[in-house]
């Protein structure tokens, strides 16, 4: 018996004495004067023993029983489920192996049989969030995150993330490059599904900022940022009609870097799981399992049931500001040279004004080019590279023919080696005594 079951039973003593009433006793046992009642019949039959619960001691109707213990242990134990958390575990047992087993229960099953730790709650610095915005659309954030998503089971892939600031919702893709036209492609599949946001908020990379130039000699002095030219996105945007804010810091565009730090959780075990090891797989378990499960569970309804987001007019063409955009002058023979081709204007596209004007290429996401002059789109057609004069060849300066030994040279040669000189033994008699 506890301490508090015997400060129970000091009460309901007193009450049935008759020292204290039923309504008092219920008050100082925060019970109803039904339970007191029972209580004090109980205890007519039982004796002290009313005070404890029945169930006390006996195994709970509900509790796990050992074989599926033993099965939710062999299946988490596998290598697929390496580092997976109560509550994610949880759903993949209830989801493919038909074992419905509580988060919390499955925590201290998962402590006990080593499988998880339990972290040391510890109070952290109180940082005051900013508030949400209001509706949905009044700013997106944007960013990438660069990690091993296929845990080397295939190639490297980014994942560029769009998360509405006021409500959560999620739109993502996997992609090979963090470059200016994937980022293009991701920012075309959002504005044709919801339409153009009023803002979009970023981070400081040189997709959306051109960096700020300083001369060497005064690296103090920097140019104005005003008058540095947009980014490919930059203009794009600008176009669209779409705000860009920068973010100073990390911590400020918050929501979809945490948005990151559940995706490297689930979506890396969930492709794991699903045996994804390619970027179409990747996609295709996003689309259908990762960006539904998110938009279902973790989208928060917004302060404002307007929606900020507006239509693509007719004033927006999607190809053209999704677009690489270059300028090139008009050669006198209505010529452009771009990318190292040579495009040829059409003879009915000529206008006045177009010979030496400067003219805009757009390098579209498929692949094709467009060339605008003004307000109108020109008809250009692809020409052959001049043929450049073959050069002239030059053969190597011949050697001058030498002429053969003289005769004299071969008679002084061949004297030489046949010289009529005594033998060695005749040469040896011969007396070199002085003589008169």
């Known amino acids: 018996m506890t301490q508090r079951d015997r400060d129970r039973l000091v009460v309901l003593k007193k009450a049935f004495k008759g020292w204290i009433t039923q309504r008092q006793a219920a008050g100082e046992l925060r019970l109803t004067d039904r339970q007191v009642r029972r209580l004090l019949v109980r205890m007519t039959e039982v ?47 209830a989801k493919k192996h038909k074992l419905v087993i509580g988060r919390e229960a499955l925590r201290q099953l998962m402590i006990g049989a080593g ?40 190639e ?21 490059s963090d470059s200016t036209e994937e980022n293009m492609r991701v920012l075309r599949s959002y504005l044709e599904q919801y339409g153009r946001p009023v803002s979009f908020y970023t981070d400081k990379a040189s997709l959306f900022v051109t960096t700020e130039k300083r001369l060497r000699d005064r690296p103090a002095e920097q140019v104005d940022p005003v008058q540095l030219p947009p980014t490919q996105i930059g203009r794009a945007l600008r176009e669209l009609g779409i705000t860009w804010i920068a973010a100073h810091s990390p911590q400020a565009k918050g929501r979809i870097e945490r948005s990151f730090g559940t ?105 094709s080019v467009a060339v605008r002059f003004r307000e109108h789109y020109l008809s250009i057609s692809e020409c052959a590279p001049p043929l450049k004069p073959a050069a002239p060849v030059l053969k190597p300066p011949s050697k001058p023919k030498r002429g053969g030994p003289s005769e004299a040279y071969r008679r002084g040669h061949q004297a030489l080696f046949q010289s009529q000189t005594l033998p060695v033994w005749q040469a040896a008699r011969i007396d070199r005594t002085r003589t008169r």
């Not at 005051?128 to 949905?136: C, K």
């Open 47 to 93: 004796g002290d023993r009313a005070v404890i619960h029945g169930l006390r001691g006996r195994a709970s109707n509900r509790k796990l029983s050992e074989v599926a213990r033993s099965k939710a242990i062999a299946v988490l134990s596998q290598e697929v489920y390496r580092g997976f958390g109560p509550t994610l575990a949880s759903e993949y047992l």
């Open 156 to 176: 490297r892939l980014y994942l560029i993330s769009m998360i509405d600031d006021a409500t959560s919702r999620l739109t993502a893709r996997f992609v090979r």
């Open 263 to 367: 995706a490297q959780d689930r979506l890396v075990k969930g492709l794991r799981v699903a045996g994804r090891s390619s970027l179409e797989q990747a996609n295709r378990y996003l689309e259908q399992e990762f960006l539904p499960w998110w938009n279902q569970h973790l989208v928060v309804l917004p302060a404002s049931s307007i929606d900020a987001h507006r239509p693509l007019g007719r004033e927006h063409a999607l190809d053209a500001s999704l677009s690489l955009v270059d300028t090139r002058q008009v050669a006198n023979d209505y010529t452009i040279r771009f990318d190292r081709k040579i495009y040829q204007i059409a003879r009915d596209q000529v206008r006045a004004g177009l010979r030496g004007a400067n003219v805009r290429i757009e390098s579209r996401l498929d692949g």
């Open 115 to 154: 499988l998880w730790r339990s972290r040391r709650q510890t109070v952290e610095t109180i940082h005051e969030w900013r508030p949400r915005r209001s509706s949905p659309g009044e700013m997106v954030q944007w960013d990438t995150s660069e990690h091993d998503w296929l845990e080397g089971r295939g």
